[in-house]
C-alpha cells in the first residue's frame, strides 16, 4: 500500500510564490509515476503536471506552463513549484500517484494513489 502526504500549501498575492512537496511512503517500485491535480470549489478535479521516475519525462497542464515546475527526487518526493500564481490557481491540490510504464493522461480515475490534498488560496 502507498500513503502519499502533501505540505506546503497556504495563502499568497497574486504574483506570489509557493512549494507544494509530497513524500511517497510505501513499496515505490521502479514504474512510478507521480502528478499534482487541483480542485476548485464547484469545479471538476483536473491534472496540472506529472511526473515519472523511469525517465525525466514532464507533462505540464497548459494553464500552468511556464509558471509551474514539477520536478521528482529518489521516486518517493514530489515536489511543484508555482511561481506567478493567479487568483484562478486556487484550489486544493493533491498528490497522486499511479504504477505504470509510463504516465497515463491526467484522468482522476488513471490515478490510484491520493494524499489528502493542501490548500492554495491566491488573492488578488
Known amino acids: 500500500q502507498v500513503q502519499l502526504v502533501e505540505s506546503g500549501g497556504g495563502s499568497v498575492q497574486a504574483g506570489g510564490s509557493l512549494r507544494l512537496s509530497c513524500e511517497a511512503y510505501?513499496?515505490?517500485?521502479?514504474?512510478?509515476?507521480m502528478g499534482w491535480f487541483r480542485q476548485a470549489p464547484g469545479k471538476e478535479r483536473e491534472g496540472v503536471a506529472s511526473s515519472y521516475s523511469g525517465s525525466t519525462s514532464t507533462y505540464y497542464a497548459d494553464f500552468v506552463k511556464g509558471r509551474f515546475t514539477i520536478a521528482q527526487d529518489n521516486a518517493k518526493n514530489l515536489y511543484l513549484q508555482m511561481n506567478s500564481l493567479k487568483p484562478e490557481d486556487t484550489a486544493m491540490y493533491y498528490c497522486?500517484?499511479?504504477?505504470?510504464?509510463?504516465?497515463?493522461?491526467?484522468?482522476?480515475?488513471?490515478?490510484?494513489?491520493w494524499g489528502q490534498g493542501t490548500q492554495v488560496t491566491v488573492s488578488s
Open positions: 497522486a500517484a499511479v504504477f505504470a510504464v509510463n504516465c497515463p493522461v491526467m484522468t482522476r480515475s488513471n490515478y490510484h494513489y
Open positions: 510505501g513499496y515505490i517500485g521502479s514504474y512510478f509515476c
